[in-house]
Nanobody, 115 residues
Framework: QVQLVESGGGLVQPGESLRLSCAASGITFSGYAMSWHRQAPGKQRELVASITSAYSTSYADPVKGRFTIFRDNVKKTAFLQMMSLKPEDTAVYYC?????????WGLGTQVTVSS
């Protein structure tokens, strides 16, 4: 049974940093592409960053230069390092594991950026 568990969210002030973690179980983690998505109140879920099984990364324009996605295949964990956070980064952040046409989602972790 695939399970993804996000952690690391919280309340921070503008300009601060957070690191989100996504711990996976029930999958051959190294073979999966991992991605982070977010959904703000009243908005659609959007892709934030992704990393392939070959460690190729991509980022949404609003987070380029501020967020970094990486993975640890030994720990079966994907990470999202978020720096210089802005109020508009406030959202529930979800991780997703993808291989072929199969997706699995975590339940999300809340990130709130407010002074």
């Amino acid at each position: 049974q695939v399970q993804l568990v996000e952690s690391g969210g919280g309340l921070v002030q503008p300009g601060e940093s957070l690191r989100l973690s996504c711990a996976a179980s029930g999958i051959t983690f190294s073979g999966y592409a991992m991605s982070w998505h977010r959904q703000a109140p009243g908005k659609q879920r959007e892709l934030v960053a992704s990393i392939t099984s070959a460690y190729s990364t991509s980022y949404a324009d609003p987070v380029k230069g501020r967020f970094t996605i990486f993975r640890d295949n030994v720990k079966k964990t994907a990470f999202l390092q978020m720096m210089s956070l802005k109020p508009e980064d406030t959202a529930v952040y979800y991780c997703k594991a993808t291989v072929g046409f199969t997706d699995a989602w975590g339940l999300g972790t809340q990130v709130t950026v407010s002074s």
